[in-house]
Every structure is written in structure tokens, then in C-alpha cells.
């Protein structure tokens, strides 16, 4: 599949967020969100929502575009397992989302959050279902 284009992930609780997506393929998604006052929690940290919101949104809308072209299917976030391992408290936050499993019903996805200095920052596993589209 050809790449998907950036603007297909700009909609709802992502454009809220600001989740920019750079590049985007059905294997691999690069996103990144500025980190600004909304975001942080009342310690100065990018609240751990944020870090689960990119998974979610990145996941779940590459396999949707990918699965409704092919097959008039539906995707939706199943499961959101995310680590956090050292702040990020300015700056940007970036997401590299690659896909490990393709199956007819779950694509799974790992997802390296790091902050400006290239440091890895959170770990989320994706568990995305695949359903008909319903009528």
C-alpha cells in the first residue's frame, strides 16, 4: 500500500491534541505534538494521556484507512498497554508506530515515544480490532 497522507489523521481528538503525523504507511507512522500548558500535568510533565492518545489515534487510523480501502472494514483501539520510562516536560513529543501483526481480525503495533533528544520516553502496545462495516 502506497503512503497514506498526513491529513487523513488530522480529525477530532487528535487535531485537539495537535498530533501531527509526518509520514505514514500501513507498517509504520511517524507523529509528533508540541508540548504546550494543556498538555502537562500539575507537575510539568506531558501527561501520560497525551503518550496513549498518539498510540491510539496513530494505530487505530492507519489500520482503519488501510482495512476500510481493502475490505470496507472498521478498526478501533482494543487494547492500550503504555509504559512510561523518563518525562518529557518541553519541547516535542515524537512517536514512531511500527506494526508487528497483520491479522483478519487484530493488527498489533508497538510505539517508541522519545522526546527532542532522541531519548525513549514511553513504550505503548496497540491491539487494534478489524470488524465489517456494518450497514
Not at 502506497?2 to 481528538?13: D, S
Not at 502537562?40 to 487510523?61: F, H, K, M, N, R
Request: a negative charge; charged letters at 20%.
Amino acid at each position: 500500500m502506497p503512503e497514506i497522507p498526513p491529513q487523513a489523521f488530522t480529525q477530532g481528538f487528535a487535531k485537539l491534541v495537535g498530533i501531527e503525523v509526518t509520514r505514514a504507511t500501513e507498517d509504520e507512522v511517524h507523529a509528533r505534538v508540541a508540548v504546550r500548558p494543556e498538555l502537562l500535568q500539575p507537575a510539568g510533565l506531558v501527561d501520560g494521556g497525551v503518550y496513549a492518545t498518539i498510540a491510539e489515534d496513530v494505530c487505530s487510523a492507519a489500520t482503519f484507512l488501510s482495512v476500510n480501502a481493502e475490505r470496507d472494514a472498521v478498526a478501533m483501539g482494543m487494547s492500550n498497554q503504555t509504559s512510561f520510562l523518563r518525562p518529557i516536560t518541553q519541547g516535542t513529543v515524537h512517536a514512531l508506530a511500527m506494526r508487528r501483526h497483520r491479522g483478519r481480525t487484530t493488527w498489533m503495533w508497538d510505539v517508541e515515544i522519545s522526546d527532542d533528544a532522541g531519548h525513549l520516553c514511553a513504550v505503548s502496545r496497540m491491539t487494534i480490532a478489524v470488524r465489517p462495516q456494518r450497514a
